[in-house]
């Protein structure tokens, strides 16, 4: 089955520094989102970007499908973007089921 | 327009016993989700619904695990003779369209003694 990997696993930063994140996957997709988990659990949506660039204030997104993979870029940090940010792919042959990266775990210090 | 809704948020069983974890989808979503996390892991696929129909349910444990989503009323997850194992976060998605964006909910975090 498709594999989705994420990296960096741990990522440290104090606050005001930028960060990428990366998301590559074995085979083609249908769609791609990303979501950020807080520290309380929930499951907030950051994008849903199948190919090209998408931007919503401090975050953007970048998606190759051609190429296989995805960018997260958070720039100017906050403590409050703390969690655990996951990347998930919809299968061509699937178009429902999301199929989950294990996440990148990110600590921003005050 | 208020979220996916998900009850209890917290739920705790003994070994043996039964789980109900339920589920209301955003307005205007007839499209339902199941997935579970285990700690440090990512979401897990489970089962898809749609009204009155389970649409793929291959990622679900064959025994113990069946769901539903009536005509009236949230879709139901539920979990009989619950074992350690079945510790997890259960998330539930929704959607108005298969293979649009699914939004979820605040998940339930099930604990077995």
């Known amino acids: 089955g498709i594999q989705v990997e994420q990296s960096p696993p741990d990522l440290i930063l104090q606050e005001g520094a930028n960060s990428t994140l990366r998301c590559n996957f074995s085979d083609s997709v249908n769609n791609l989102q990303w979501f950020h988990q807080n520290p309380w659990g929930q499951l907030i949506n950051l994008f849903y970007i199948p190919s090209g660039t998408k931007q919503n204030g401090r975050l953007s997104a970048t998606t190759v499908a051609t190429e296989r993979y995805s960018l997260l870029y958070i720039s100017s940090s906050q403590t409050t973007d703390s969690g655990v940010y996951f990347c998930?792919?919809?299968?061509?042959?699937?178009?429902?089921?999301?199929?989950w990266g294990a996440g990148t775990k990110l600590i921003i210090k005050p | 327009n208020a979220g996916v809704m998900q009850n209890p948020r917290h739920l705790v069983r003994r070994r043996g016993q039964e789980a109900r974890l339920r589920c209301s989808p955003m307005?205007?979503?007839?499209?339902v989700y199941w997935y579970r996390q285990l700690p440090e892991e990512g979401l897990k696929f489970m089962v898809y619904l749609q009204k009155e129909n389970i649409i793929d349910e291959s990622g679900m444990p064959k025994e113990r695990f069946s769901a539903e989503f009536p005509k009236e009323g949230p879709s139901i997850l539920r979990i009989q003779q619950v074992v350690r194992g079945d510790s997890a976060a259960y998330f539930c998605a929704s959607s108005p369209l298969s293979g649009n964006e699914q939004f979820f909910g605040p998940g339930t975090r099930l604990t077995v003694l």
């Open positions: 307005k205007g979503h007839s499209h």
């Open positions: 998930a792919v919809y299968r061509v042959d699937s178009n429902y089921q999301l199929i």
